[in-house]
């Protein structure tokens, strides 16, 4: 009786997950065509003047790059606001080496000191957002690498009264990392991505992303700015929530940006997902039990062991292979075709793999409420809001961005 209970989970969970996958697949369908008529739509608006905000913690490796391609940025006017704690800061340091080479650029820099606040992102851009000299914020993290175009691309849809912020999903770069920011890689560019453009096919964004957030200041200002946000662990999905609840449009753009990744070992590639896992577990309640529905591996084990059980090898063995199979196409749909990820051609064998390991993230999200973000400790509660609990040795590297 319960082994047939356990193959009925397996057919069920094998189902969901190949409805999500068809489902990746004409959302996938739907945002190249949405790209395509982007691109050869000519811009005639004047694109507005926009300044970018730029929180800096630390150095991390490849920071002088991912800079150097904001400074790059072909678009008629824009400033750079840089924040860290202290003037000593390593990160902003490398900031105004780069803004050296580059005195064309009108750059500012600000320091914040000890946040006040849990979530010392929003603190640092609520100092630098009253400094900005345009309406249109332009936030990334400081491990993101965008192309020449970025700024032309996300700022186009602000065209239109109706947007209030934008977003862009992100390729997770892992180019000569270790396995393990590999599979975190893959999770970006194909889970993440996966998740966000059915989501915007169903039911339009009502989030954001971190690595990347653009917003009206006056929509920002209309429902009380970062102060509104300095308690949320995951600022992002609020942030395009709170817009979204202004009646003003979010938009999916279809630039694809880089997520660098600068994690490499398998415990701070767990606890950073696993953290991330927990995040959504309490900002979307619902939806993240639901997730649990689009993983297709664990299911297509259980459906192995279960018929084998019942004397039926070759049905196991079928549960199993389209497991691997529909994962594999996930992989090509999302991070191959959508995202434009050469890791997701060249390790589509590998996908698999991530899927479990997703699916266990999901499972161990339900186990604990703690996260960290560098050498500070957090419990999650009700709606995403955070409190500090300790500053001993962190549970979880955060974004490196997260001053």
Known sequence: MIIRVLLSVALLGTLTSTIFLALVIL??????????????????????????????????????????????????????????????????????????????????????????????????????????????????????????????????????????????????????????????????????????????????????????????????????????????????????????????????????????????TFSRTFSHQWSWMKSTRFSRPWGHLGTGLTFAVPFGILGLLSASLMHMPFVGAGLLGWALVSRMLLCLFAGGWVIGDPAAYRYCWLYPLRDLLGSILWAASYTSRRVGWRDDQFVLEKGGLMRKVATSAPLSPGPSSRV
Not at 80 to 95: H, K, S, V, Y
């Open 27 to 264: 959302a996938a369908i739907r945002f190249k065509r949405k790209a395509r008529s982007a691109a050869d739509s000519p811009q005639s608006a004047p694109l507005p003047p926009v300044s970018l905000l730029k929180p800096l913690h630390g150095a991390e490796p490849g920071l002088r790059e991912y800079l150097e391609s904001f400074f790059a940025q072909d678009y008629p006017q824009f400033e750079i606001l840089f924040c860290a704690r202290t003037d000593a800061d390593p990160g902003l340091q490398l900031a105004r080496e780069v803004a050296a080479l580059h005195p064309e650029r009108h750059v500012r820099f600000l320091l914040s000191g000890q946040p006040p606040w849990p979530n010392a992102r929003c603190f640092s851009l609520s100092l630098m957002a009253p400094q900005a000299a345009h309406d249109i914020l332009v936030i990334t993290d400081s491990d993101v690498r965008v192309r020449q175009g970025f700024l032309r691309s996300v700022i186009a849809p602000f065209a239109s009264n109706d947007v209030g912020a934008a977003t862009c999903v992100y390729r997770g770069d892992a180019t000569g990392r270790r396995f393990w920011a590999l599979m975190e890689g893959m999770g970006m560019s194909v889970e993440m991505t996966g998740g966000v453009i059915v989501a915007d096919m169903l039911e339009g964004m009502r989030f954001t992303l971190g690595p990347c957030m653009i917003v009206r200041k006056r929509v920002l200002e209309s429902f009380g700015g970062f102060d509104k946000l300095g308690y949320y662990y995951a600022d992002d999905f609020m942030l395009g929530n709170l817009v979204a609840a202004t009646g003003k449009t979010v938009v999916l753009s279809s630039h694809i940006i880089d997520h660098c990744i600068v994690n490499s």
